[in-house]
């Protein structure tokens, strides 16, 4: 049989024809009509088996039966077949969704999204890697100096692909953008040693999100989901720390006389003694 046969056969068994139809329907296609012993020398499928493949490909409306002593069939032209199991499947789908319409409103409160959890340096940086290579629209990022020098190339590139990033960074911004909203946290008031050491990676599009942490007696440990509840809360995160960056920046000498030089006296809201 030639490729285009082979082929053909191919696509017809991906639509839920057995081997021996699709065979048979091709052989038939191709050659008019034919007896079942004619068509079984044809496409070298055993003439007993060929019966009862006959039937079901009438019963299927892929096949007629043109003459009965001997019977004789030929194939329904490809287009008119295509049609009749395009019909079927919008059918059965229509079917489908109503039955399941039931199903899915009793136990729709229940549905799980699933997050993935990342651990160590390089698993979390491939992550945020992909995450900016397949987010459009907008990307927040929440990150520290090191962070951005090595997803320095994905950020950049995102932006050239037309995604507008609004970027807080910790410490210097290694990264060339050009359309950007960024902010540096706090660059007026000295981090202190302890928090230094503890680093974190935010990045969060329309419908996915990565939050990642690091300290010193915790190595780098990511949650990623592609959920639009999730990445509201990361997003939510990072615009209320931009909000007190910017607090800061019109108003650092008042906040300073009420919480401190440092503003250390804000870690007191959370004091039970």
């Known amino acids: 049989?030639?490729?285009?046969?082979?082929?053909?056969?191919?696509?017809?068994?991906?639509?839920?024809?057995?081997?021996?139809?699709?065979?048979?329907?091709?052989?038939?296609?191709?050659?008019?009509?034919?007896?079942?012993?004619?068509?079984?020398?044809?496409?070298?499928?055993?003439?007993?088996?060929?019966?009862?493949?006959?039937?079901?490909?009438?019963?299927?409306?892929?096949?007629?039966?043109?003459?009965?002593?001997?019977?004789?069939y030929s194939a329904v032209p490809g287009a008119r077949l295509l049609d009749k199991l395009d019909e079927e499947f919008v059918r059965r789908l229509d079917s489908a969704?109503?039955?399941l319409k039931g199903i899915q409103a009793?136990?729709?409160a229940e549905f799980p999204h699933v997050m993935w959890k990342f651990e160590g340096y390089h698993a979390v940086l491939e992550r945020a890697r992909g995450l900016m290579e397949a987010v459009p629209g907008q990307l927040y990022v929440t990150a520290?100096?090191?962070?951005?020098?090595?997803?320095?190339?994905?950020?950049?590139?995102?932006e050239k692909r037309g995604v507008n990033v609004v970027l807080l960074h910790f410490g210097a911004n290694p990264v060339q953008l050009s359309r950007a909203i960024t902010f540096e946290h706090l660059k007026d008031v000295p981090i202190p040693a302890k928090a230094a050491k503890t680093?974190?990676?935010?990045?969060?599009?329309a419908t996915s999100a990565l939050?990642?942490?690091?300290?010193?007696?915790?190595?780098?440990?990511?949650?990623?989901a592609e959920d639009k509840m999730f990445a509201s809360l990361v997003r939510t995160f990072i615009r209320h720390d931009i909000y007190f960056q910017q607090i800061h920046a019109d108003f650092g000498p008042e906040l300073r006389d009420v919480y401190g030089q440092n503003l250390e006296r804000l870690i007191e809201l959370f004091s039970f003694s």
Request: glycine content about 8%.
């Open 1 to 72: 049989m030639s490729d285009n046969g082979e082929a053909a056969i191919k696509s017809i068994t991906a639509l839920g024809f057995s081997l021996y139809e699709a065979r048979s329907y091709v052989g038939l296609l191709g050659s008019g009509s034919l007896t079942a012993y004619a068509l079984s020398k044809l496409i070298n499928v055993p003439e007993p088996k060929l019966y009862d493949v006959m039937r079901r490909l009438v019963d299927r409306g892929a096949v007629v039966q043109v003459d009965r002593d001997p019977a004789r």
């Open 97 to 99: 969704k109503e039955s």
């Open 144 to 158: 520290w100096t090191n962070e951005l020098h090595r997803l320095r190339q994905p950020l950049e590139n995102a």
């Open 199 to 205: 680093r974190h990676l935010g990045l969060v599009g």
């Open 106 to 108: 009793a136990t729709l």
């Open 211 to 224: 939050w990642a942490l690091s300290s010193p007696t915790q190595p780098w440990t990511a949650i990623y």
